[in-house]
């Protein structure tokens, strides 16, 4: 039978022994009954040994338990079956006389040094350890906000992971753990810890037990943290949740051990988690508004502003209540954004109560009426501060702090910490002129030619009254003289004289409502080079001073810049003058036969000539020009080739002016003219032109009446032709549908040309209808209508020029489609002449250029009108988004937006309008290959979204999938996002990227959001090694190593991923590496460990290459190093990172060295030359014995020897001056000797000896001897006493030492820092800085605690010999009692501060404070303190009287009796007078103490004081109150003022009465009376009401305008109603009310027009007659309302009521609080101001040629504009007009525009009024033009477009631009070649049949204006035989290129001329061709086929190349 195991649930070794009743042991019984009991089986050692239960035979045997035998053991015996404890390790039973023991086997787990006796335990206990890897991830906490100032509260779970080697087996006991929680800013909880919860463990999860073979887990779930709404936890705190597990802190193990609980390597950072939070929401504000008011503003003058201020919050914004919560700060800035520097900053103009406003659930908060002080006048007027800013921001010191946020646009949050909004400001002094008046006063003429002609000049400069102001300083004016040509001195500026004023003229100054006067301006004029019509005008330019010593506004109005006034030259400046032109001739009458298409044209010509100056003679004077002209007007773009400029024969040209001042020319004959076309078209007018001769001999000036450099005559011709001009139509599809045909309606006319024939007839005309893809109507007809006209429309009849009018045509086509399908975008409309028209006719159509047409075509654009256009696109990622590599189906979320052209764009509106591709790209362009494209990330409802007008194309948030699974972060380093137009996009719409790409991408940088491998710590789990091994064998260490990583690194495969490196080190950090060094332990297999599911990372069985294994955690090798990496062979290029940002992980783990046994220690010490208080050289010789069981050591740093002071003989205590080693490193690796001792030599180091024995508690010196704190070999040393080991790692051994150290000092100086004492008051704080000067060769360095001792009181004399009150011992704090004194260095007491009684002291007794400075009785140390001369203490006084006060009043009150005296009767006053004070701590008594003054006022305040007042109204008695310690204030009951009337003050511009409290002059008890600000009175004053009331409610009315024009005062009709408050008092008077008007911005922070009276005297005197309403009817002024509403700011007319400036009788005024003092109303009125142009008439004046491929050529234009008049006003204004240019393909500027200008109007010209009922007439527009690389082809018309200029600065309507273009190829040039030249040798022996090639050079003369041409293949030379001069009859054949590359490329010079030398002919007979018909050889020179670039080639005939001829010569046959 087996026995049983009683103890099977035991984990304990047993040993089981059975004995006999007679002590020996049985062994035959036993053996079949002994219990086997195994380590696995058994209790542990920790548990209570059990007794042990009877085995279950103890029934059976013997079978009559009554025969059952007793058993005896040791002497004592036992009962069968009975049980017993023998003792603590034992316990037996009886069986029948047989003893069974079972005795305990201890195996303990831990050292012997470790084991404890636990009482009742039989094994010693091994205490419980616990090392802690790392705590887990806690659950996720992110998925929703939190909110600052609420209540929150976060439930998770931890997980504890252990190092299991260093953990014991088992854990148990209570209270045994706690886990800290808080709230924290970093990631890894370090900083401020928020909220901490010490414990948020329950009991029962504090008593969890530990048991390693349940490991793993070791969890704790449910965990619970609560975040009061009290906490003062904000926004920039509410980061991560971070908690730390710990031992508890009152641990109860099980048996009470000593619980070992550590986080691994000793790194507290394991033992943190922390889970990152939601995010965080505070006090966010959305927006606010604010305005700001003054009454007057005066520049760089401090002025009383107010501020109104709205602030609007999110409406889930947290509540706020405390103080200082808001900031609210005024500044100037330059700019509108507040940037840059601040002027005059205001940092807070909120007082504390408005700075405290709460906020409650999002509600505004409103400030009113904020006041502060501020320049608001500088504001506008100098750079810095041209805008007032207001900045809003959370309180200096909010109490309670709170996050303050903005929002932004689209719901985020912003990270300014303040929001600014600026206005803008306008300067205060203002000059503003309207007109500049010069008056020459001499001399009388000026004389063209003539130089040194002295001017002077009356200038004046007319002020706009109403705007401009006082303007005083120097250098104020600037004035510029200058001729000009034009009138308002704009252009070029001729002899211009600067800064013509004197300083005296600088200065004059300009007064308020006067104008500028300045007098006698002189200067020189020099006309020796210049005529008459040189300088037309004389101009003066008045300009403020740019040095001006004041910055005050310079301007004009309306505006002028420049500021110019002309005088007029014509009746100044003398010269010769043309009045009249005329002319007859033989003209050929143009008929419908032909005619001689060429003839002259003789004529005769008159002209009336007014000479003036002198006699004009010479032999070239006149000039008369011919040619066809399209008007009669003759400007350049009409005159038409030929052109004859000179027809007056040379006799003719010298024509003198005959006295009758008639100059006549006859029979004068023109060059022949082609007449056949004459009258028809372009060739409408024969102009003759008179002007002076180009070269005239003669220096004259010359000028017709009419202004201009010539007189002009053109006569009208008359046509005989048809002759259509444009072809007007509209068209009206209602429904059009691509695809079908659909009705049109089409409203078509003919606009014939004034010179068109009458006809009537039948199938005259033809109109066709059909669609194109070009503007012309060029190429394929697209569903043509070729005729829509009817048999009555064709047979229309044309009479006296009008228009054929077809009326409405209506027909059936595919309208739909035209623009929007590729190849059909326009319509057309085609005429023509009908195939068979009845009678025939002749019908000239002609293009721009004037050559002929087939047929008239009109087309316009059809477009799909829908448009999108952009200018960039901008991607940014969505809040945290992260994509992590290798890891398909990842979310990315990112916010896009589409910029768009606000002026091209369209509303764009369907479905599936867009696309958005992505991809991944290497280039910042996104160029190259597209990886992972997804070609739409938007989903319909994104793709749908209409792109609105005037708004850009935003998806706030896209989110799309992208998948990295075979993809790195290295290579995809941007993400690119493209915006397409969707290939099925609803409505084929116009798309438009950026200007100059094709593309609208947009590519951001992927390194933020890319991650790959994050690993956070590595851990190492080392394998038992019980290999016995030799000393030094090397052998590898082996283990396991976890790196725990993110949860959110990726999943990783693949071959050498990783690379673990390991070494040994000498420090924890691993910042050394000791050789060797193992690059890589890691085997292939391991390398490729996949990573899953965010880790860990797990090596198994990780083995090292050989170690010196002896050596590992000694000396250099104390610690053994891992560093993992990324392999660089890694198959998997991913990316790693550690959690702290490196790239490599490190852990170092410490190892365990050997242990030596010391048992004494002894030393001996000697010093030299000690000196108390500093170190001195000690020698040191210290011995140190071991016991024989001490291991052998070596290394470095071994061993150290600390010295030190102590008041112990052991040692005990503080230690002073401890030296830690005084081993050199030779002695601290010396070796332990064979006698185990090591003696320690002569060490030397430097020690304060002197100062032991001189100090209580330095009274021994001490030596400690121990291991090496950087031993190099990782042993223990413990201490042995008596043979018994002890705790103890060193023996320290002290020998008593006795003690110097003195100090004299000679004066003292003291700087008293506190500001004010006041007389008897207690307990005031005195600061002073005090320094003790010592004799430094009677001192030494004196250190120590309580050495010094200072004294202060207060005296009567300087000495300090009479004291006065009480002396405060000791001044100094305990710092400055301990402050060494180091002898040669400045000895100061700083900062000291204590407190002074002066309740029973005036200033008068205390007049110095006295200061006294000695040794300290309880000083630490026993020096010697001296004073020089030997007087102790060493004593200073100082004067008082500049500190000392004594009375202090805070406030002063009163009342008085209500006055029942009628208005105009005095009466006296009876009053009550309280006076707030300070606590008085002192008696005060006598007579005349207090002054009471009364006195009325103007303003609340008291500042200004009338004539009404008493000095004194307090009686004797009342003077002489007493006062008492504590009172707090004066009460002056019944004090009466002489008589007053009240109703006179109140009534009378003084309504405050006001009472002055103050110390009396003649008070005979002397004392200080001060205010709490520092003043010696206190004034208070109350508001008395007047008797007579006005109180209005509102203000109503109405107003007629009349006539409106801008600018202009014109008369208005205004009824208004006043409603009153019933407490009015009706009433009767005089001068009563004042009405004002002005405009105003409707903030009414601006007025301008302003009348500020209306009334006339009848109406201002309208009496009160009800108390309920005030009516004043029919009130009529003159007021210039047409402006308002035609600028930014003045959108409103306002009406202001208040009353009169001086009515009678007077009365109050009162409005409501909120109206402010005045009634103000106003009403939005709209600027009546529009305009609208029929047509625009440009011309060019010059110059008389525009030249191809030249820049920069200026041109001189005037523009017409001819308003619609009927729909235009008056528009007056600045910047009002913009007039753009550009060079157009065609006649109406359709198609691209070349070289493009916006605007070419100056100043001046921008700002030309509109007058009412004129045209706009813009004379003499200058700018440039650039035709570089363009020829006359590619630009064969010049357009004008006007348009409303967008800075305008009225706001008035312009319907819209208008367009016009004009021909301008006549005029435009290329080169133009007048004649050929050449020259040929033919040597005299050339014989007839000679056939020779010939040289010739060849000269090309050009027109002096044509350009330079540079180029390839530019020219073209033949050379033939002709048989005529012309070179009409050529030879056959001949080359037409002789020229070779380079001849043909010769650069062409500006103006010519052209020189082709070696020209190479082909051979030629010449003797033979001399004789033949062909005797004339011929060169001709063109344009080269090919030129590069392309020029215009034009010769002055007109013919396409040069020829010139010459005649051979025959010499016979």
Known sequence: MAIPNPVATHHRVVNLFIYSSIGVLCLLFCLSHVQTVNSQDVVDSEDTLELLPLPSYVDIYPDDPNDATRCVYNTIEYEHASRWVQDECSQCNCINGTTNCIYESCNPTCDFFEQVKVEGECCKKCPPKMTITRVENLSPLSSRDVYEGREETFKFDVGIEIQRSKTSRQVQGEDLWKMNAWISRAFDGSGEKYSFADNIMTEELQDTSFFKPSYPPFKFENLTMTVDNDVRILCRDYIYLCIKFLENDDSHPQFNLDFTFMAQNDDEARLVACAPLGACKGVIINDFDWSIDADRAVPGELVDVDIDLDVFFRPDTRDIKGRGLWKASLFGSSNGDGDGSRYGEVLQVLDSEESSHPVKKGKPLKFDDITTQFDLGNTGCIAEASHVCLEISQGNSPRPEYTLQFAEEGGGISDETSMVKCLPRRCGAKAIFSELLPEMTSPENLLENTPGQRVSIN????????????VLGDRMWNVDVFFSKRPDGSGRRIDEHLDVLTPTQKRVPLRKDMDLILDDVMFEVDLRELGCQDIPYMCLELSKDPSSSIDYEFGTMPEQDPFVGCIDMEDICKGVIVKNLEW????????????????????????????ISHDVTGNNLWQMSVFASTTDKAAPEDILHPYFDQILTEEQKRLPVPEDGVLRFSDLKTPPFQVDRMGCGKFRFLCYRFQKAKRSDADFTFHAESGEKYVLNCQEMKCRAVTPKALPWTMRSPDPIPGQETPVNIDVTTELRNDTRNINGTRLWRVGLFGSSSETGEGPKFREVYQLLDESNMGLPIRQQKPLVFGELSTQFEIGTIGCVDDVSYVCLEFEKNYDPDPDYVIIIEDSEGNDLKSLISCKQQLCSAKAVFDDLEASFVGD?????????????????????????TSVQGDELWEVRTFFSRKKNGNGRRISEQRQILDRPLSSKGLELDTDLTFPRVDFAVDLEDHECSEIPYLCFELRKNPEASINYGFSPEPGSDTLIDCERTDDICKGVIARFLSWWELPDDTDRLPGELAPVRGDVVVDMVPTSRDLSGDSLWNLMTYTSPDAEGARKVDPVYEQVLTPEQSGTPLVGGGPLEFKDVMTPPYPLDLLGCGERKYVCFELRKSETSSVDYAFETSKGGDVLKECFEKECGTVFLTDMNFTISADDVVPGQRSSVTLDVDAAFQDRSQRVFGDELWQVSLFASNSDEGKGERMEEINQVLSREQSRQLLGEDFTIPFEGAKTFFDIGSVGCRDGMTHVCVEFMRGGHSTMNFTMVVVKDEEVTPETSIVSCQPKECDAKVTFEDLEIDLKTDLLIEGAPYQMINVDIEAVADLLKSTNVG????????????????????????????????????????????????TEFEIDLSKHLCSDVPYMCFELEKDPTSSINYVFQTKPRTEPLRKCIPTDPICVGIIADDLDWTMEESSAPPGVSEPINTNVTVSLLPVQRDLSGDDLWKVTFFASADENGATRGGTGYEQVLTPDQAAQALSPGDEELFFQGVTIPPLDLFSLSCGGKPYLCMEISAHQDRTTDFTFETTSGGKSITKCIHEECAIGVFPRELSWELDDGSPFPGRETPITVNLDVPLFNMSTPFEGDALWRVGIFGSDGAQTRRVNEVRQILNPE??????????????????????????????????????????????????????????????????????????????????????????????????????????????????GNDLWQVGTFFSESEDGVGPRVSEQFQILDDLLSGEDLLEGSNLDLDNIDFEIDLEGMTCDDV?????????????????????????????????????????????????????????????NAVVDLAPYSPAIRGTDLWKVAVFPSADMRGDKRKQPYRDQLLMDYQAAITLREGGPLVINDVMTDDLDVRSLACSEYKYICMEFSQGDTSEPMYTFRTESDDPSLIRCKELTCQGL
Not at 459 to 470: E, H, I
Not at 584 to 611: C, H, M, W, Y
């Open 459 to 470: 200038l004046t400069a007319l002020s706009v009254k109403a705007l401009s102001t006082t």
């Open 584 to 611: 007859s001739g033989d003209l050929p009458e143009f008929t419908d036969e032909i005619v001689k298409p060429v003839r002259p044209i003789i004529s005769n010509a008159s002209i009336d000539v007014e000479q």
């Open 881 to 905: 988004s992260t994509i992590t590599e290798g890891k398909p189906d990842q979310t990315v979320s990112v916010s896009i937006e589409a910029t768009t052209d606000e002026e091209e764009s």
């Open 1344 to 1391: 120590g605690e309580d050495l010094w001792r200072l004294k202060s009181y207060f005296s009567t004399n300087k000495r300090g010999t009479d004291i006065v009150g009480d002396v405060i011992v000791d001044v100094i704090d305990q710092e400055q009692k301990d402050q060494p004194f180091l002898n040669g260095d400045d000895f100061v007491f700083r900062d």
């Open 1659 to 1772: 109406k201002a005197g309208t009496d009160l007659e009800s108390n309920e309403l005030l009516t004043i009817a029919d009130v009529e002024a003159d007021f210039d309302i047409g402006s308002i509403g035609c600028y930014d700011a003045i959108t409103h007319i306002c009406l202001e009521f208040v009353k009169g400036e001086s009515p009678s009788p007077e009365f109050a005024f009162i409005t409501p609080p909120e109206v402010g003092p005045t009634l103000i109303s106003c009403k939005e009125w709209e600027c009546i101001a529009r305009v609208e142009y029929d047509n625009l008439e440009p011309t060019i004046n010059a110059p008389d040629m525009i030249l191809e491929h030249t820049d920069g050529q200026r041109i001189d234009a005037t523009l017409r504009g001819l308003p619609d008049f009927p729909r235009t006003t008056f528009v007056p």
């Open 1836 to 1896: 064969p018309y010049m357009c004008f477009e006007l348009k409303k200029n967008p800075g305008a600065d009225i706001i008035y309507r312009f319907e819209e631009p208008v367009l016009n273009c004009i021909d301008i190829y006549e005029i435009c040039t290329g080169a133009v070649f007048n004649e050929l030249d050449f020259s040929v040798d033919i040597p005299e022996d050339v014989k007839i049949g000679d056939e020779k090639n010939y040289t010739m």
